[in-house]
């Protein structure tokens, strides 16, 4: 039978697939049964391991290796093959070789059309390389063949390995692209198993030292067992790296598939006048030119403009990027606008729009005063506290105008997360900066009027604390880099004029209280209000219901009556609200009628448009009763009168009965008024057995009102001590102060307010304490204006000036010896 041969990509020095010629049918004897000597010429080989019964093109290079080559095709004798331990050695000696090869011989020379020089070898039998022996012209070594230990013919246990190597291959094969398309056929057809094996060990792209240990197993299954290990190792490395290459073309396709989209679109867009992304970018970069920026901030924005142009525009981070960059332009960064300096213009203004509020205006006048002289100055931070309705807020604007600046005004009431103040980092979805910075964008000005509403009711919760943010805000050594953590770069707030208001202090942190100048803006008196109904309500509301200014008139006794009798505030929001009423009702007599059947609303009228009086002013009520004393009391809408009465009753005494809705503070001045008045009995000649046969019950009116706080506890003190020698209280008196145990009197707040509802209720005289001197010192003349002031240091004092000698009228008669006969009596 003629003997057939398969030859593939013989030109391929690399020995990228098949390269070989295979022995289809040959026998294995033919091979080994060869007589050699024991002196070969040896050819060293790059990275390649010829077997037996392969025929193995091989690219020649080196001088001497062209040379052995040359003298051995035309001897027709065999040469030793052996493979390199580093292929970059260019002259080896024998360490530099492995000691396994194969005796192998030439079956043709061939010269390239590049110049180089191809020889095709056949090996025949493995050997063993002893020694190099030679090394001009060429390697010469001492070799000794070594023999194939072969499985018996017709091993069934052999025939299903190789069967099962074959198909291993074959799936090897079709899994990487590598293999030229007819090497699974070549596989297929070569019936010698021993042929086979050797075939497969030269060609597939196995680690050199691997295909040398195959070499150098003797035994035939052996070296099948050990090449199906490594098959199916490849195998699957191999289907694993297929599975990675079909997801990324699957991703690379899609990624091209959007590419070419953007292309066209690109395309359309350069047809139609440009494309809108690198226009917008281009456009920022030249708006980033005229931006009065730092370095620093400069070169922040031009990184990220860069991050920016670097995306794509359908990735989601885009937008974000975007929306940093045009916030980063929007912000005023050093824009200012030019304060009005006329002292004249600003207390115009200030007037116009405000009646009374003498503190604050003086400040603000203060501070256009310190800039006109020194030009340049940081803005105060001011904090406004009183009432509700008292303007607070207001005063704002009219100082924003006083000073011709831009407005902003920012609610803080209910807000508890720090992010509100100081903004979100971009990197989080749906990041925004704080709202000090979108209020400064607004305002399109760093030097605006900035007014913190309702400074006193921010929360705090597990998202953070805003009233600590707020320390940076207000600080005057900090505002100057204020750090928005969305902006991530500093700007500065020291122009801007902030003004806080609230309506507690004692809500407010201390440290952020230290950092603001407060101004109190307390209640109006009736006078201030029925000015500031007249000057400015009226007018208002007016115009808010469509009317002329002449339509409907309001006079001050009208004015009046709505205050006292359908208001009850420190402020004036509720009587806005009565006159907003009043002229709507007259706006639908009109529009039903065609004429104002009233033009001039008088205090009879009222009942018609406002129903029946809502409140009743507490009056003065005498002093015809014994234990029953005027005190004075602050609420959150002004000051109050409170009537403290005390009783006495027959029992066995040393019992003391509390009622009204008092608190802990409020008990224990009862408490310290009895007990002060227990020791020092003698100085209003009570006897000691009046204590062990009268029980004391102290009650304080409207017990619906809780009512709290140390102030009532002279008055306390005068009731008790009224009751207890049935004096009469000097008429139209009231008092506030705080009790110590030894009848020291204290200091209490809200005098201003105090004092407005002493007015109101028709008192003459307050006992206050010495060290209120100051604030009554403080208060205008027209609040002052028919009252007379008695400062005391001692609750002795206090009863000197408030107890008569007069009896009251029905008097109880407490004395000892009228009480044993009663009792004797009974």
């Known amino acids: 039978m003629k003997k057939r041969h398969y030859l593939s990509d013989i030109e391929d020095r690399h020995g990228n697939g098949f390269s070989v010629i295979a022995d289809f049918e040959g026998n294995e004897e033919q091979l080994m049964n060869i007589e050699v000597d024991d002196t070969l010429p040896i050819l060293p080989l790059r990275n390649m391991v010829l077997f037996p019964g392969v025929f193995m093109p091989v690219s020649v290079g080196r001088s001497t290796s062209l040379r052995l080559i040359r003298e051995a095709e035309k001897k027709g004798s065999y040469i030793g093959v052996v493979c390199q331990k580093i292929a970059e050695t260019e002259s080896p ?82 899994t990487l692209d590598m293999f030229p398309q007819d090497s699974a056929f070549a596989i297929k057809n070569i019936s010698n198993h021993m042929f086979l ?25 052996t070296r099948t067992y050990r090449l199906l290990a490594i098959l199916n190792r490849e195998v699957q490395l191999a289907e694993i790296k297929e599975s990675i290459q079909m997801r990324a073309r699957e991703d690379i396709d899609q990624q091209q598939r959007e590419y070419f989209l953007q292309q066209q679109i690109k395309t359309i867009q350069d047809e139609l006048g440009g494309n809108g992304q690198e226009q917008e970018i281009e456009e920022m970069r030249k708006k980033a030119g005229t931006m009065k920026w730092s370095a620093e901030v400069k070169a922040t924005f031009l990184k990220e403009v860069d991050k920016l142009e670097r995306m794509h525009a359908q990735s989601p981070d885009y937008s974000v990027q975007l929306n940093y960059l045009q916030t980063m332009l929007s912000l005023p960064w050093g824009i200012y606008t030019t304060d009005n300096l006329s002292l004249t213009n600003a207390e115009k ?61 920012m609610s803080l009431g209910g807000v508890h997360d720090e992010a509100e103040i100081r903004g979100h980092r971009k990197t989080y979805i749906g990041a925004m900066p ?30 953070g604390d805003p009233s600590s943010a707020l320390l940076e805000v207000l600080d005057p050594e900090q505002n100057m880099a204020f750090h928005d953590n969305y ?27 230290d950092r603001m100048e407060l101004i109190e803006v307390s209640g109006y008196i009736t006078e201030e209000k029925i000015e500031i109904a007249r000057r400015h309500l009226v007018p208002k509301e007016l115009e808010a219901n469509g009317m002329k200014k002449n339509d409907i008139k309001i006079p001050k006794s009208t004015l009046e009556i709505i205050i006292e009798s359908y208001t009850r505030e420190s402020g004036v929001r509720e009587l806005e609200k009565k006159i907003s009423k009043i ?21 009879g009228d009222l009942h018609d448009f406002l129903g029946a009086p809502e409140y009743t002013r507490d009056k003065y009520q005498g002093n015809e009763y014994a234990g029953v004393v005027t005190g004075l009391a602050w609420t959150a809408v002004g000051g109050e009168i409170l009537f403290v009465e005390t009783s006495l009753s027959r029992g066995k005494g040393g019992r003391l009965t509390l009622t009204g809705n008092l608190g802990d503070v409020m008990k224990e001045s009862a408490m310290l008024a009895l007990e002060y008045i227990k020791a020092h009995n003698s100085l209003l000649n009570i006897d000691d057995a009046i204590f062990d046969n009268w029980n004391i019950h102290i009650h304080v009116p409207e017990g619906a009102i809780p009512k709290d706080g140390p102030s009532a506890g002279i008055t306390m003190a005068t009731s008790l001590a009224s009751a207890l020698t049935q ?46 001197r100051k604030n009554i010192e403080e208060i205008q003349e027209i609040y002052l204006k028919g009252l007379t002031f008695h400062y005391v240091k001692d609750i002795k004092e206090v009863f000197a000036i408030a107890l008569t000698n007069e009896k009251v009228a029905d008097a109880i008669d407490l004395s000892v010896k009228n009480d044993k006969t009663e009792k004797e009596k009974e």
Do not use: W
């Open 349 to 409: 203004t200030l007037n116009k729009d405000h009646y009374g509020l003498e503190k604050v205006k003086e400040r603000i006048l203060e501070h256009l005063a310190v800039l006109k002289l020194k030009g340049d100055m940081k803005s105060p931070i001011i904090c406004l506290y009183g009432p509700p309705g008292v303007g607070k807020t207001s005063l704002g604007r009219s100082i924003a105008a006083a000073l011709k600046r831009k407005y902003v005004r």
């Open 487 to 513: 902006l991530d770069v500093d700007y500065d707030l020291s122009k801007v004029m902030f003004i806080a208001t609230a309506n507690n202090l004692n809500t407010i942190p201390g440290p952020l209280l």
């Open 197 to 221: 094996i050797d075939f497969i060990c030269t060609n597939l792209p196995l680690k050199k030292d691997e295909k040398i240990e195959l070499l150098q197993i003797n035994e035939l299954r």
């Open 93 to 174: 000696l024998f360490e530099d070789l492995h000691n396994i090869g194969t005796i192998a011989k030439i079956i043709r020379v061939l010269e390239m059309p590049d110049q180089t020089t191809t020889v095709i070898l056949q090996g025949s039998k493995r050997m063993e390389l002893k020694e190099i022996v030679e090394t001009t012209p060429y390697l010469k070594g001492r070799i000794v063949p070594m023999n194939e230990e072969l499985p018996e013919k017709g091993d069934k246990e052999f025939q299903a390995l190789v069967e099962a190597v074959k198909d291993l291959t074959i799936r090897y094969i079709r």
């Open 583 to 603: 002229l709507r009702k007259s706006a639908r007599q009109y529009a039903t009628d065609g004429y104002f059947a009233k033009t001039e609303i008088k205090p």
């Open 434 to 463: 704080g709202r000090i910075t979108k209020n400064l964008i607004k305002a399109g000005s760093s030097n605006p009027v900035f007014i913190l509403d309702e400074i006193d009711k921010i929360n705090s919760d597990r998202q």
């Open 727 to 772: 004096r009469k209280v000097k008429a139209n008196l009231a008092m506030t102060g705080e009790i110590t145990l030894r009848g020291k009197v204290l200091p209490v707040g809200g005098i201003k307010e105090k004092i407005l509802a002493a007015k109101r209720a028709g008192i003459k005289e307050i006992i206050l304490s010495e060290e209120n």
